[in-house]
């Protein structure tokens, strides 16, 4: 796909990696952010308000109405719009549905009945649920996702690769590690820094020590591997890991996160014991470590590994 002289929708525009992503696009391309600020902040992209090349529309995904507007001035297609809470799936059963699943449906309807053909979305790595290949490539199967956020990603896919198959559009799908870095809202280190900003001394962690053993994956090299693998794919219907080559566990994160602030003792106040047998959450996947053979194979790989890409997230959250 060319990413040159485009009229591009960016959905989920005010996000973390939207932002990001905007900052990358409208170099060679005019960009219209779509977000309905659920999770998304303006200041996130108002360093662009002078720039003629990126319009920011207030607008929500079930609205299909002023979706279709913003959908009929544009032909290429970034969907990164999403409720990215994967906790909140064991509470509340509709959220992910909606915000994830029909808000899909409803881009890939908007695009029909306007004549765009090609999207690019954020899936992400929930999509394989708990598996023992590690590292995981794109073409294991069956795929069985743990959280309702997971099956939500992988219901997105299997909607995207129908219209890209019935009404001859071209997609790719990035199945995402845990992404961390300047503006991020969310997630683990993120958590970690709020804590400990308001209590030095002691720090409440989610689960049983070590905690779950994950990628992490700078923004930069995100967005690097996202344009490389779009320009680069030559499928109607393709899918790539994006990631790390690494990974490290909570208590891992927890350790650099305390050294970067310049802490010294702090008690981690571990919500599980050893046994598992309290605190904890549903949803949540152990272990996590995606093979990037496709996309390397291609010509491209991630410049920072797990620890590295906590401690400048840190650095930029302080």
Known sequence: MR???????????????????VDALVEENEVIGYDNLSSGKEELVAHLE??????????????KERLSEQMERCDMVFHLAADPDVKVGAEDTFV??????????????????NDVDEIIFTSSSTVYGETDVIPTPEDLGPLE???????????CEALISSFCHTFDMRSVSFRFANVVGPR???????????????????LEILGAPPGTTKSY????????????????????VDYFNLGSEDYINVKQIADIVCEEMGLGEV??????????????????VKTMLLSLDKIEKLGWSPKHGSAESIAKTVRSLL
């Not at 002078?50 to 609205?63: H, P």
């Open 3 to 21: 990413l040159k002289d485009k009229k591009i929708l960016v959905t989920g525009a005010a996000g973390f990696i939207g932002s990001h992503l």
């Open 145 to 155: 996702p743990i959280s309702l956020y997971g099956s939500s990603k992988l219901s």
């Open 184 to 202: 991020s809202t969310h997630g683990v280190t993120y958590d970690f820094v709020q804590k400990l900003k308001e209590d030095p001394e002691e």
């Open 96 to 113: 992910h549905l909606e915000q994830n699943i029909i808000a899909t449906y409803n881009v890939l309807d908007s695009m029909r009945k």
């Open 50 to 63: 002078d720039n003629d090349d990126f319009e920011l529309v207030i607008g929500d995904l079930l609205d």
């Open 267 to 284: 008690d981690y106040n571990w919500t599980e014991d050893s046994s598992g047998s309290k605190g904890g959450w549903k949803g949540d």
């Open 217 to 236: 994956f700078y923004i930069t090299d995100c967005i690097e591997g996202m344009l490389f693998a779009t320009k680069n794919s030559e499928k109607r």
